[in-house]
């Protein structure tokens, strides 16, 4: 104790100035501590809600397809199927107007084959011109996707020499592969052309997809379909088991050669109609769940 009259030393002097100075900064402290607790509060808070939103989201998805799916076969339905007085003239507008509005919503494939057999097969004077008009329509389409996709992912262009093609017999024309990097994943990808039918210009083609390494992280995957210029790469393609996407349509045809275009994407860039798989949904979730962790 203090001796009365005795003056106040350094260190007296120095605890009443720290006192205030030493709550003031408890205060911070506790309010620190509670600002990045209500941070860390509200990051899961977002992850939880993220989660919700995505699945609320492939619901309505689903839904939405479902309904276009519904108006769409009704409408192909009484448009081509029923018994009608229209002409060749009025099939072909309908179907330009089905694929220009709804190219990225339903295979139209078989019904463009159909239509162009069917004009053909007519003696119409300007059956030609419908020709015309079908075959642009489905050239414009794809080059539209193909745009699109590319932008995406990557896409790689091969010419098959029918020549050659027909020397080679049952084995079949292999092309040149193409290494793609896509999603952060890169492979190979091989095609070899089987046959041809000149008639519907349309080529059979097995594509084959293989790590770019040789390594087990990709299986080997192989798929055999018919290429022409009515296979649209965001309606008609192949999934891979990591969920990318590749699709080849046609780009150019002639009694010496035909070009084949090959593009690879995401999966989520897929058509309407492609639905994605629960284990991609599952894969998305945890890659943006481990985003946001590493973000804390």
């Known amino acids: 104790m203090r001796e009365p009259g005795k003056e106040k030393d ?7 100035l720290l006192a205030p100075i030493g709550g003031l900064l408890t205060a911070f402290a506790v ?8 941070q860390l509060l ?3 808070q977002s992850l939880d809600t993220n989660a919700r939103l995505y699945s609320e989201l492939m619901s309505r998805r689903e839904e939405a397809e479902a309904s276009l799916r519904k108006d769409m076969f009704q409408s192909i339905i009484s448009s081509f199927l029923t018994p009608t007085t229209d002409g060749l003239s009025a099939k072909v507008l309908n179907l330009e107007l089905l694929a220009y509005n709804f190219h990225d919503s339903l295979n139209l494939k078989p019904l463009f084959l159909e239509v162009q057999r069917q004009l053909r097969r007519s003696t119409d004077p300007d059956k030609a011109d419908y020709l015309v008009r079908i075959n642009r329509v489905a050239r414009e389409i794809s080059a539209k996707q193909l745009f699109a996709l590319e932008g995406k992912g990557q896409s790689f262009r091969r010419t098959a020499d029918l020549e050659a093609l027909a020397a080679a017999g049952a084995a079949g024309l292999q092309l040149d592969p193409e290494t793609l990097t896509v999603d952060g994943q890169t492979f190979q990808v091989a095609l070899r052309v089987l046959k041809v039918d000149a008639e519907q210009q349309q080529l059979s083609v097995r594509m084959r997809v293989t790590a770019d390494d040789g390594s087990a992280a990709l299986p080997d995957s192989r798929a055999q ?3 022409g210029f009515y296979d649209f790469p965001v309606i008609d393609n192949t999934r ?3 969920g990318v996407r ?3 349509t046609l780009a150019n045809f002639s009694t010496m050669s035909a070009d084949v275009v090959t593009v690879c994407f995401p999966g989520e860039y897929a058509s309407l109609k492609d639905r994605p798989y629960y284990d991609e949904v599952i894969q998305k979730l945890r890659e943006a769940n481990e985003q946001e962790r590493a973000a804390l």
Not at 10 to 16: F, N, P, S
């Open 10 to 16: 350094l260190w007296d002097k120095a605890a009443i």
């Open 31 to 38: 309010a620190f501590v509670g600002m990045k607790g209500s």
């Open 42 to 44: 509200e990051r899961r």
């Open 225 to 227: 379909f018919t290429v």
């Open 240 to 242: 891979l088991p990591t």
């Open 246 to 248: 590749c699709a080849s």
